[in-house]
């Protein structure tokens, strides 16, 4: 499991369907080693911190994995790494392998896998085409967020220790399923709803539509 890259930026002005709208969907790599702090990286920001940022949402991780399955699906499009507004690109850690609560050390960094990420239209806005939002979910190809445990700092090359394995065993790839309701499984849903290292959003969502079942 290594870090490959370290991409960062700050909000941004563009013309999206003609207005003007704020984003951080932007990032590009940088070669020099990042603090990782409990709310972002340094020389990273949000643009909307009420529906991104956050303790829970500290660090964006993107699979490098997924890359070649967007270039099969986009050949027209340059797929730099960060274009998913990722922090970090990994190797060695699929959505359907890292349970929600598993706890990582990087550098000097201690972080906890806490969801998967829901694309908004700004992924449309860094692609230049609302369609990949539709097509982003669809590919379970989400990624995932971490919270932030230990401050400390990363940089590309990385390598990322599990230190710890949840033991519900509920992974990223279960929660997205679970939210889409690709998977009728009650009880998973059950336990998806006590999770506690799920944010609390995520539990009351699942709270809610047990309560309707």
Known sequence: MKLISVNIGMPRQ????????STGIFKEPVSDRVMVRVLNL?????????????????VYVYPFEHYDYWRGELPDTELPLGIFGE????????????????RFHIGTVKLMVTQPRL???KLGIRFGR????????????TGFY???L????VGAGDTLELVSRDSNNITVANITQLYTREQNNPELLHKAAQLEALPES????FQQRIALS
Request: proline fraction near 3%; charged fraction near 35%; glycine fraction near 12%.
């Open 14 to 21: 563009v013309d999206w369907k003609g207005k003007t709208v």
């Open 42 to 58: 340094d020389g990273d920001g949000q643009a909307d911190l009420t529906v991104h940022g956050g303790a829970d949402k500290a």
């Open 87 to 102: 922090n970090f690109t990994t190797t060695g850690l699929r959505e359907e392998e890292v349970n929600i609560g598993d």
């Open 119 to 121: 694309p908004c239209y």
């Open 130 to 141: 609302p369609d990949i939002i539709k097509r982003f979910l669809a590919s379970r190809r």
């Open 146 to 148: 971490f919270r932030v």
């Open 150 to 153: 230990q401050e400390g700092e």
């Open 202 to 205: 995520w539990r009351d969502y």
